[in-house]
């Protein structure tokens, strides 16, 4: 694709949206049998399966914790989720980075030290790829552990915020990039949060954001996280109606 000599054009990005709008969302939760707790969730183009076993017995042993659970996650994109580039099936670097960040992420919200000595194992497939994938498969993780019944402080949501070149060459700050954003944008910063808490759970930034880009961009990554705990919590509720 060739890089497009702007993203935004008076006010409206490419696809249609503005600045603080995030991609059309559906989410699924009980999506799969098999799994204690489940969720499937469509971010624009980007779709992602999320299972969750436990909590559950630990192997191999010598990583049992004895005061909380071990949070362990493994991020995966299928190698048919993308189609501009050839890719391995299997984990690799940025997978790996990415699933232990993402344990992180959800054991700041999970109340680990009710389930010493066990595991709690978060599988985040992404069957197709279209930016924001890290923060997609957090929010629907975090619909997967409420589905099987694991306690939280709160659940967790995540969205993208990056800065976007305009027609007449000004930088502009929006929210859920999509993959022309992703790809020729300024900067791209990854949040996950808890709403009801005012908490982050992570961050990750690729690019340069000035002090006052960066406070704007968090403020709108708020206010988008807030739109999508509603999601959230509705996709629970449809479960069990």
């Excluded at 799969?32 to 969720?39: I, N, V």
């Excluded at 042993?61 to 299997?90: I, W």
């Excluded at 699933?99 to 595991?119: C, D, H, M």
């Excluded at 502009?172 to 996950?192: Q, R, S, T």
Aim: aromatic share 6%; hydrophobic share 40%.
């Amino acid at each position: 694709m060739d890089k497009p000599a702007w993203l935004i054009k008076n006010g409206i990005r490419l696809d249609g949206r503005t600045p603080g709008d995030v991609r059309p969302m559906k989410m699924i939760a009980g999506f799969l049998d098999k799994a204690d707790g489940s969720c499937y969730i469509e971010c624009g183009k980007t779709k992602v399966v999320v299972g969750v076993h436990g909590p559950r017995e630990v192997h191999p042993k010598h990583e049992m914790q004895d005061t909380k659970a071990l949070v362990r996650c493994t991020y995966n994109m299928e190698s048919f989720s993308v189609d501009s580039e050839r890719r391995r099936p299997g984990l690799d670097r940025r997978s790996t980075e990415i699933s232990k960040v993402s344990a992180q992420a959800l054991e700041a919200a999970i109340l680990v030290e009710r389930f010493p000595k066990t595991a709690i194992d978060i599988f985040m497939e992404v069957i197709q790829a279209d930016a924001s994938t890290r923060v997609t498969a957090l929010t629907a993780a975090s619909v997967a552990l409420a589905d099987a019944g694991i306690p939280m402080k709160d659940m967790v949501t995540a969205v993208s915020f990056g800065k976007l070149y305009g027609e007449n060459g000004e930088e502009v700050v929006a929210v859920d990039m999509d993959k022309p954003e992703d790809n020729f944008g300024l900067a791209d910063c990854a949040v996950a949060y808890m709403p009801n808490i005012d908490q982050f759970t992570l961050m990750q930034m690729d690019g340069n954001l000035k002090i006052d880009e960066m406070r704007a961009g968090m403020a709108m990554a708020k206010k988008a996280c807030r739109e999508i705990y509603e999601m959230q919590k509705a996709a629970i509720k449809r479960r069990y109606e």
